[in-house]
């Protein structure tokens, strides 16, 4: 079986001419050959490429794989630990110390309480869409200001620092800068949420940083967590609902679906999660020997998980590669799954269906400005896959 076994030899850098929402070809060529492929990281370093649905879920439970940042084995030097509060890569019992003061925080109760704050910001947004328009720029008009307002608010960042703090999410976050200008923003972004710890610290006020000072985390881990609550609320959600909106205007029969049928919204999301998959991958270590899909994961071996190909899986989910807002597509793995699943599920998918709902109705002939071809997308090598720009327009 080892013999014959597929190899992935790097990841792809472009998805195929006319096939913006497709995960790369080569990924999709691996899992038709089978859901667990040998890989070699761009370090050197052998590894595995897990594209199969059922192989990421169970790796995701398995707590002999780490999430880990300083065990990750992908280059030839050392990696150094997450720094403190950046729980995505941690392990228990440090994952959890940071994760279970903000669960209850996060729930889809308080979620959706939020509805009405969603509705109000979408509606300011669409209103100054159609004033400017009847052209406009989706992405900046509205698939990024809704969920960034909303996480800064729920953070307690005040207005005025929205902007430069969504530029610097956005630098670091983007797939397109050197490594000095990341470096710069990323540094830029951790000393502004610095002194945001220590204001909330001295002045608490009503929002969830101002909450979790009262607890026993440290500035530095308060700054962590609140890094990756920022940039993974506003920068996923922005996605979604920009490259959503892209997926629905390219597909005019799911579109008038959603017309019709405006109750839909709960599955059309659903549903948009796992075709787009913006989130496209993440990597776990072997702590020990594991048998994966029939081969030998030995200790220390990095894997690579394909949420993608996984969401794109012909024994999860029939003729995958349609979009289709009838399908059940519930057990997606778009937020992950175990005990790193997505925190902010529950309020990416009220924004979600807040949004599409509103903009949908707001403007019933809304369609590409430009050929679809010439729509701008995010590089692969961007942490969040999207578009940069889409540009839109409407019958006034």
């Keep these: 079986m080892s013999e014959s076994l597929h190899t992935v030899t790097a990841l792809p850098a472009e998805r195929r001419p006319g096939c913006p929402f497709d995960p790369p070809a080569e990924l999709i060529e691996a899992r038709e050959h089978g859901p667990i492929s040998r890989y070699t990281h761009p370090g050197g370093k052998p590894g595995w490429m897990i594209t199969g649905y059922d192989l990421v879920r169970s790796v995701l439970a398995d707590s002999r794989f780490s999430a880990r940042k300083d065990l990750l084995n992908v280059v030839d030097f050392e990696l150094p630990p997450a720094p403190p509060g950046e729980f995505l890569l941690m392990d228990e019992p440090q994952h959890g110390r940071y994760r279970k003061p903000l669960v209850g925080k996060f729930t889809a109760r308080r979620m959706r309480l939020l509805t009405e704050r969603v509705e109000q910001i979408t509606a300011e947004c669409l209103d100054a869409m159609e004033q400017a328009g009847p052209t406009a720029d989706l992405v900046t008009a509205f698939a990024k200001p809704i969920p960034t307002i909303i996480i800064c608010e729920l953070l307690g960042v005040p207005y005025e620092d929205r902007d430069s703090f969504q530029e610097q999410i956005d630098t670091f976050m ?130 690579v998980l394909s949420y993608n190909t996984a969401n794109r899986d012909p024994e999860r989910y029939p003729d995958p590669h349609a979009l289709d807002l009838g399908r059940e597509a519930g057990g997606h793995l778009a937020f992950g799954h175990g005990i790193h699943l997505c925190l902010g599920a529950q309020l990416a998918r009220v924004e979600m269906r807040v949004a599409f709902t509103a903009l949908l109705s707001r403007f019933p002939t809304l369609r590409l400005a430009v050929p679809a071809e010439e729509v701008v997308l995010r590089p692969e090598a961007a942490d969040i896959y999207g578009v940069k720009s889409l540009p839109v327009t409407w019958d006034v």
């Design 174 to 303: 983007g797939g397109e800068t050197n490594d000095e200008d990341l470096i710069a923003a990323y540094t830029a972004t951790q000393e502004y949420l610095a002194r945001l710890v220590a204001a909330k610290r001295a002045k608490p006020t009503d929002d969830v940083l101002s909450e979790l000072t009262d607890s026993d985390l440290t500035d530095e881990e308060l700054k962590g967590i609140s890094l990756i609550l920022l940039a993974a609320g506003f920068d996923t959600t922005a996605n979604m609902l920009s490259l959503g909106t892209f997926a629905l205007l390219r597909n005019p029969e799911q579109l008038a679906a959603l017309r019709a049928d405006p109750t839909l919204v709960d599955q059309a999301v659903e549903e948009l999660l796992r075709y787009l998959t913006v989130a496209k991958s993440f990597m776990r270590t072997a702590l020990e020997d594991v048998e994966v899909g029939g081969q030998l994961i030995e200790a220390g071996t990095t894997v």
